[in-house]
T-cell receptor, first 110, second 115 residues
Framework: SQQGEEDPQALSIQEGENATMNCSYK?????LQWYRQNSGRGLVHLIL?????REKHSGRLRVTLDTSKKSSSLLITASRAADTASYFC??????????FGAGTILRVKS | ETGVTQTPRHLVMGMTNKKSLKCEQH?????MYWYKQSAKKPLELMFV???????ENNSVPSRFSPECPNSSHLFLHLHTLQPEDSALYLC??????????????FGPGTRLLVL
């Protein structure tokens, strides 16, 4: 069964605006990861946050994790047209298995 | 993306054909994965190999047959597929059992069309 569920399913913003995507999951996790996928290509790892962490930053990315609510958010600040892609959260509950959500399609208009 | 390569990138096959997808990782990882990505569906884990041993078969039909001859190479043998098997097949690798190395690295995928 799928763990991560992203919302919104699709997001369209203007260049320079911030984009926020949310992910909810159902069971306990070791860590939660965010990946990006350009159309029809492989996934690229963006950031990993552990279950004992609440917030993490990497460049223009900020990820939060609330284990009490079983939710995470990915914030992309000052978006660029090149950020247009699908974004997926994936939960790691151990055993070398990542469970991916359905993804959020982000379109950044220039 | 160049750390994990997949061939072919595109494949069209009939339902009676037999073909194989190949994945190679150049990252020194010990775990490899096959995923299926269909339109408008979440990424589905198919198989997991750790140190060349299969540790996960996610109820995949037997018309998909994986092979892992060593920790750098992974194959997916296909035979008598159905049109609904058309999808993007993604290979990934990771370093299993090492905290801080749980990230998976993906190949570019093979776009498969079954006619």
């Amino acid at each position: 069964s799928q763990q991560g569920e992203e919302d919104p399913q699709a997001l369209s913003i203007q260049e320079g605006e911030n984009a926020t995507m949310n992910c909810s999951y159902k069971t306990s996790i070791n860590n939660l990861q965010w990946y990006r996928q350009n159309s029809g290509r492989g996934l690229v790892h963006l950031i990993l946050i552990r279950s004992n962490e609440r917030e993490k930053h990497s460049g223009r990315l900020r990820v939060t994790l609330d284990t009490s609510k079983k939710s995470s958010s990915l914030l992309i600040t000052a978006s660029r047209a090149a950020d247009t892609a699908s974004y997926f959260c994936a939960t790691d509950a151990g055993g070398n298995k990542l469970v991916f959500g359905a993804g959020t399609i982000l379109r950044v208009k220039s | 993306e160049t750390g994990v390569t997949q061939t072919p990138r595109h494949l069209v096959m009939g339902m009676t054909n037999k073909k194989s997808l190949k994945c190679e990782q150049h990252l020194g990882h010990n775990a490899m994965y096959w995923y299926k990505q269909s339109a408008k569906k979440p990424l589905e884990l198919m198989f997991v190999y750790n140190f060349k041993e299969q540790t996960e078969n996610n109820s995949v039909p037997s018309r998909f047959s994986p092979e892992c001859p060593n920790s750098s190479h992974l194959f997916l043998h296909l035979h008598t597929l159905q049109p609904e098997d058309s999808a993007l097949y993604l290979c990934a690798s990771s370093q299993s059992g090492v905290e801080g190395r749980e990230t998976q690295y993906f190949g570019p995928g093979t776009r498969l069309l079954v006619l």
